[in-house]
């Protein structure tokens, strides 16, 4: 991941709602355009299907027209020298969580629906571990306690805003110095020195070591079981980045630990390859909800190295990062591939253009959803990313690539600074309407039953819904969608297909939970669905209608 400027400005207001005719509940030829479903169709291929009960059946025909109901839509927001958040260290605890929600805020206002929040940037912690000191990034001080849980106020601050959480780990940067003696004393690099090296001016746990590869699985694990995270994110960073004129310090590991290797490659790979699959059966057993994912540099491999490459010239991750992150897709390791395809379309040596559909086809049929991370923080460069349209046209270039599930953009600052202008192009052009996250179905879970809207009052801020759920399971969130004039039922499951009429999505909470809809002009009605945790959406709620 690159760093990116700091500067924020205020938060963007909310953007109004744009509704869609009651003609667009009618069956006929009006209905087949007016209703409308997912542009990108789900991980089965399957063409979409009503979501109300009343047509269970039911195809849904695709308005061309229509943006994408189901779209990963997220930010990284970055810990490690305090790029992101905390903005510096020592902050009060009021002033970091100021700070988180107005990020959180600010994610909203853009549209997104998830954040991938880094919480171990330095082999430290973002919660009290018992394994790990206390991030440097939080106080200034390794191990020094900041008064407060910024892992679970962030979970909580999130989930209170509908954003799904990603917890970000580092697995092997111990610190961004050379100096063990820096560490604070209880540190695990200096309780176990032989399980660190030094690179380029900076510590690594060794991934060669087995030991060192169990632990790191373990300190991980540790707010996987104990939060309520929807995810866990690695970047791009296994073996360091390697520099000119350095050579990784592995040689005497490998005489120990390399055995059925005579190349110390393919050893490294496997090295990685191990703690992958590691971590993935070990969240998957602890939560199988949780989503596991993996953000890689772009490029596995050129096509000049391996007949299966991508026609690109650049650095290779499997040969510089000793990542095989194609092999981890094909393996089934990861619910999720997000490659940070960080260089413009038309770019030679690695056009994006050529690199989303080569991960497109290396994830088809493999149940792996793609995610794109998306270079923020390079708007407003020369060149092509001087154009504040670069951004969109990568989202324009995805609709025509019905196997990239969403976007990840780094980073949150970005977004508020060097890449403001870029992303309300993108707001503007591709989100103006609210999407849900795509169902990964193999994770199981299963849509609740249709929620009843209770109440449904107009005021000076909007239309306050009381919503409760339906019998059986309790959701995690409701959706709610807007046809203008009076109900009318036939067409309603198809229409809700369509995101140019949801309004906006809510937490449930125990009970009755309230949304207030966008203020707007004439009369409406409104609908709601529930969802699970994992996304899957009821059929419709009893209508409710406010003149």
């Known amino acids: 991941m690159a760093s990116s400027h700091r500067n924020r400005p205020a938060s963007r207001p909310p953007r109004a709602a744009v509704l869609i005719p009651r003609t667009a509940l009618l069956c006929g030829a009006l209905a087949a355009v007016l209703t409308t479903s997912l542009v990108h169709a789900p991980s089965s291929g399957a063409a979409p299907r009503a979501a109300g009960a009343d047509a269970p059946d039911q195809v849904c025909e695709t308005d061309p027209q229509a943006p994408p109901k189901r779209q990963m839509r997220a930010e990284w927001i970055a810990g490690v020298q305090n790029i992101d958040w905390p903005s510096e260290q020592g902050l009060t605890p009021q002033e970091q969580q100021d700070e988180l929600t107005a990020l959180y805020d ?57 954003l799904e ?101 393919d050893w490294r790979r496997d090295n990685v390859d191990q703690m992958v699959q590691g971590m993935s059966e070990a969240v998957h057993a602890a939560k199988p909800h949780v989503k596991f994912g993996i953000s890689p540099f772009g490029i596995w491999r050129n096509a000049s190295s391996d007949p299966d490459g991508s026609a690109t010239n650049g650095s290779q991750s499997y040969d510089g990062q000793y990542a095989d992150s194609r092999k981890w897709v094909t393996e ?75 976007d990840v953009y780094f980073s949150a600052t970005s977004l508020a600074t060097n890449a403001r202008e870029a992303m309300d192009v993108v707001v503007d052009e591709h989100y103006a309407h609210p999407a849900l996250i795509p169902v990964k179905d193999d994770l199981g879970g299963a849509a609740p039953a249709e929620p009843v809207v209770t109440r449904a009052v107009r005021g000076d801020a909007g239309t306050e819904l009381t919503i409760r759920p339906g019998r059986g399971q309790d959701p995690a969130y409701y959706a709610v969608y807007a046809f203008d004039g009076p109900p009318g039922r036939d067409g309603v499951a198809c229409g809700v297909e369509d995101p140019r009429s949801m309004v906006g999505t809510v937490r449930a ?26 996304h899957h959406e009821s059929g419709v709620s009893n209508p409710r209608y406010v003149r």
Not at 134 to 150: A, H, R, V
Not at 237 to 244: E, K, L, M, N, S
Not at 364 to 375: K, N, P, R, S
């Open 106 to 162: 600010r994610a909203v206002d853009n549209g997104l629906n998830a954040v991938f929040v880094q919480v171990r940037p330095t082999a430290d912690a973002f919660w009290p571990s018992p394994h790990e000191p206390w991030s440097e990034w939080l106080t200034g001080e390794q191990g020094g306690d900041p008064g407060y849980d910024p892992l679970e106020f962030a979970v909580e601050a999130a989930h209170a805003r509908n």
């Open 165 to 265: 959480f990603h917890a970000w780990y580092n697995p092997y940067r111990v610190a961004m110095h050379a100096d063990p003696e820096r560490l604070v004393g209880s540190h695990p690099a200096r309780q176990n020195p032989d399980w660190v090296f030094e690179y380029a001016g900076r510590l690594y746990y060794d991934p060669g070591i087995p030991e060192a590869r169990e632990f790191v699985i373990e300190a991980m694990m540790h707010s996987v079981e104990n939060y309520d995270v929807d995810g866990v994110h690695f970047d791009d960073y296994f073996y360091p980045y390697p520099v000119a004129g350095q050579t990784i310090p592995d040689a005497d590991t490998f005489a120990r630990h390399g055995g059925g290797f005579d190349d110390i490659a």
């Open 332 to 406: 089934g390791w990861l619910d999720y591939i997000n490659p940070q395809v960080y260089w413009e379309i038309g770019l030679p040596v690695a056009d994006y253009a050529v690199l989303v559909p080569w991960w497109e086809e290396v994830a088809e049929g493999t149940g792996t959803h793609l995610y794109v991370g998306q270079a923020a923080y390079k708007a407003g460069n020369a060149g092509a990313w001087s154009d504040p349209r670069e951004l969109a046209r990568h989202l324009e270039f995805n609709r025509d690539h019905p196997g990239v599930h969403g």
């Open 509 to 534: 909470a125990d009970g009755e939970t309230v949304f207030t809809a966008p203020a707007g002009d004439g009369d409406r009605t409104y609908y709601v669905t529930a969802l699970d945790r994992l």
